[in-house]
């Protein structure tokens, strides 16, 4: 996964038409996905999961810069709009998984079927109009990067004409290095919530099962509606004003965490509010970029990796503090408190420089 997200941007840089890469991992990913239940042994499972987990991030990169190149500067909806979608694909996930096991025989079926809604929502995107790298300019623009007569007429021969500046030139990597450190942070206190706050509940607060299930439950609507509501928020406010209402929302929800008078319902609520002011940073920390810097495809693999890494450091952390004596049970809260002093660092250093 990690791997797709990033290299793809080097090859998006190269071939500079998204839609053609996109048909290309589109192919591949079906081939893997649709013969999945064919697989004979766990290498070979695990070889196609690798293969679906490489192809479902490159597909993230391509998309979304896609959107940068298409939009530019007025990306911010967009790119809200298709971060809250992976919200809904994340709440789907568990529930389906669950169907297709109480099958029995019939799973096979059923997985065909959301494997092939998959594939078709993909090829869906391939209808949708999708900019080139502004490195190629219309022809009206010869006039200015080819040395066109004084009345801006120029030769209409090629549809495209070469930029002289290289869009490499123009990329601002420190900002893309603190658009992608503030991702980075933000996905490692969802992670940590997304995947420990069902044991939490149950292991540190006593929690039955189903109350433990509905938290969990709570915590991803509630990220996932944060982001539609970004994605209608940001049309009238500017991205850098939602990053910084979400650091400080998330800051006083931290609270609940650490009061002395704390419950476990308010330590959950605490931890459903730091995710709730997380979720704005995967969209709008790279529409701030974009409205400062040109987004490479290079760029977005850059973000797209340290987005990755911050979900390994949020799942894997915490996992490893369960085994401290001196963390035990707080191993949660410390990723989490860890993660959000690190966002605040990272956004204030970004939105004032």
């Known amino acids: 996964s990690m791997t797709g997200g990033f290299a793809i941007g080097f090859v998006l840089d190269a071939v ?6 996109l048909t290309v991992l589109l ?20 070889a196609q999961l690798a293969g679906i987990a490489f192809c479902g991030n490159a597909i993230a990169t391509v998309t ?20 809250a979608v992976f919200g809904v694909g994340g709440s789907l996930a568990a529930p389906l998984a669950v169907l297709c096991r109480r099958l ?8 065909w079927a ?72 933000a996905t ?3 992670t940590a919530i997304l995947f420990w706050l069902f044991y939490f509940a149950v292991r540190e607060l006593g929690w039955s099962v189903e109350a433990a299930g509905l938290v969990n439950t709570m915590f991803m609507v509630c990220f996932t509606a944060t982001r539609f509501v970004c994605g209608w928020l940001v049309t009238f406010v500017n991205a ?13 929800a931290s609270l609940g965490m650490a009061s002395p008078w704390h419950t476990g319902e308010l330590t959950c609520l605490g931890m459903i509010g730091v995710g709730m002011g997380a979720a704005p940073y995967a969209a709008n920390a790279i529409t701030v970029l974009g409205q400062r810097s040109f987004i490479s495809g290079r760029a977005q693999g850059v973000i797209r990796i340290l987005s990755a890494f911050g979900a390994l450091i949020g799942t ?8 401290v004596p001196a963390v035990g049970g707080f191993g949660l809260p410390a990723v989490v408190y860890a993660g959000l002093a690190a966002e605040a660092i990272v956004t204030v250093v970004m939105l004032l420089r």
């Open 16 to 21: 500079r038409d998204p839609h053609a890469i």
């Open 104 to 111: 029995g025989t019939r799973s096979t079926f059923a997985y």
């Open 27 to 46: 192919i591949v990913k079906a081939s893997i996905e649709l013969t999945m239940p064919f697989g004979e042994s766990l290498p070979a499972l695990s």
């Open 316 to 323: 894997s952390g915490v996992g490893f503090l369960h085994n």
């Open 188 to 190: 490692m206190c969802e």
């Open 114 to 185: 959301i494997a092939m809604a998959d594939v078709a929502f993909v090829a869906a995107a391939l209808l949708v109009p999708a900019r080139a790298n502004p490195k190629l300019a219309a022809p009206a623009d010869r006039a200015k990067v080819a040395g066109a007569d004084s009345d801006g007429k120029a030769e209409l021969g090629e549809r495209y004409v070469e930029l002289r500046d290289d869009p490499a030139e123009v990329v601002d990597w420190l900002g893309v290095a603190l658009c992608g450190a503030s991702v980075l942070f």
């Open 64 to 83: 979304t810069t896609s959107i940068a190149w298409t939009y530019g500067k007025l990306m911010g909806l967009q790119m809200n709009i298709v971060n």
């Open 240 to 252: 850098s004003v939602i990053l910084s209402g979400g650091l400080a929302f998330s800051i006083v």
